[in-house]
């Protein structure tokens, strides 16, 4: 029986060429997972999918605490379930009437956690934007979105990986009240009615006007024959087929 000694140089290139053959592997293994994060990532979804006579009133939050009570019952008086985007930051200091939109049957999704400019920051701070205010939202009304609204309205690739990493989709919109200016509540009625379409997402925030506005767009809505529901129930589960429209 013959005994065989290996040298210390050998032993050592022996380890070496081990510690470098699982290099590579973890190397091809985590471009394999890139490359399946890639295959996640979805174009933001403008309008729903579902073909219905239908439309989602989606209301961005990171202010306007003080005109929601009166929009609840604006959309409580209309059968209107409406989706509202909220930031972590707001949704911290009103836990209880995050509740009471929850309670009501709304749709409560993710506005990031402060309202910033996700497209100047590292995709590290946008993804830390989006967990911190999930966390805040699931903590408060037990449910963790699966939509996200960006600030501003702006993305990026960058952003898209993001959102895709973290298993969310990403929401614009089809129809702009553009609310945010305070325009004439007939003008924020006229935006809305002279654009209704299926499946439309038309966005809003909580203002003056906008609550002024709210019901004749709401009857509106009710008399050409639409449902007003949350966004997840225009928007097929079957992902890859979302629709661009008119952002504005």
Request: glycine letters at 6%; hydrophobic letters at 40%.
């Amino acid at each position: 029986m013959k005994i065989y000694f290996i040298s210390r140089k050998k032993l050592i290139v022996m380890l070496l060429s081990v510690l470098l053959l699982g290099l590579f592997t973890a190397i091809l293994l985590m471009r394999g997972d890139d490359s399946s994060v890639a295959s996640r990532v979805l174009d933001p979804i403008y309008q729903g999918n579902s073909g219905e006579k239908a439309v989602a009133i989606a209301v961005n939050v990171d202010w306007g605490e003080e005109y929601i009570p009166q929009m609840l019952k604006s959309f409580k008086e209309n059968q209107a379930e409406v989706t509202f985007f909220v930031s972590g930051k707001w949704a911290e200091k009103n836990p209880e009437l995050l509740k009471e939109m929850k309670a009501a049957g709304h749709s409560i999704q993710n506005h990031g956690y402060k309202h910033l400019h996700l497209n100047n920051i590292s995709a590290e701070e946008a993804s830390e934007q989006i967990r911190k205010a999930e966390e805040i939202i699931n903590s408060t009304v037990g449910e963790k979105p699966r939509f996200f609204a960006p600030p501003y309205g702006e993305y990026n690739q960058q952003l898209l990986n993001v959102v895709a990493a973290l298993d969310y989709e990403l929401i614009m919109w089809s129809i702009d009240t553009i609310d945010w200016q305070r325009p004439d509540p007939a003008t924020i009625v006229k935006r809305v009615s002279n654009k209704l379409h299926n499946d439309a997402i038309i966005l809003m925030h909580p203002t003056d006007p906008t609550v002024k506005a709210l019901p004749a767009i709401l009857e509106r809505i009710k008399q050409d024959g639409y449902k007003m529901l949350t966004i997840d129930k225009i928007i097929n589960q079957s992902k890859g087929d979302n629709i661009k429209g008119d952002n504005n």
